[in-house]
């Protein structure tokens, strides 16, 4: 049994070293360290209606889901940024029990949907298997001349 908390400050050191983990392993192996993690992090708890929640297991937090409430013409939907579990607690049930508390919190906050942006090597099964669909929105990125200095 997991427990969804609201992040805050105090994970922000666990959640930054699973991050590390996370996205230095399979399937991203991205170089990345603790402090750039604490940054990405600190500058998603920082935008405008961002909705974060620590995952707590048997006393450990073990992942978290990073997003932010979208409001839209019609109804409000919830974008993930980040949803992660740490990889030494990966394939036991964990990922799918937070997403199934987590879209409870959501709808009873009247939110339409969720989106987010999956690698297709990356969750995008795990993201399948619980419902989500492919949309004709295709992200598109455009390498700047002289960018990145
Ligand atoms: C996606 C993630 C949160 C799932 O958490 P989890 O606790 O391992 O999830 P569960 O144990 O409930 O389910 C695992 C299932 O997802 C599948 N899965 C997870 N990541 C996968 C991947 N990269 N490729 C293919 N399948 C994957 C597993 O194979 C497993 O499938 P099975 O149930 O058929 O055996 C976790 O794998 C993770 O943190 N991944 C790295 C970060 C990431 O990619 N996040 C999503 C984008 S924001």
Request: glycine share 8%; hydrophobic share 40%.
């Amino acid at each position: 049994m997991i427990k969804l908390l609201r992040f805050d400050e105090k994970h922000l050191e666990r959640a930054s070293e699973i991050y590390c983990r996370a996205y230095s392993s399979k399937p991203y192996f991205e170089r990345i360290n603790s402090e750039q993690a604490k940054e990405i992090i600190k500058s998603i708890l920082i935008s405008n209606n961002c909705l974060c929640f620590a995952i707590e297991h048997n006393s450990t937090i073990v992942g978290f889901i990073l997003g932010f409430v979208q409001k839209g013409k019609r109804h409000n939907t919830f974008h993930i940024e980040e949803f992660i579990v740490d990889p030494e607690h990966q394939n036991k049930g964990i990922g799918s029990e937070a997403l199934a508390m987590l879209e409870k919190i959501l709808a009873e906050k009247g939110i339409y949907g969720i989106t987010l942006l999956s690698h297709k090597k990356g969750a995008m099964e795990f993201f399948k298997k619980h419902g989500f669909k492919e949309t004709n929105w295709v992200l598109m990125w455009k390498r700047l001349k002289n960018g990145g200095r």
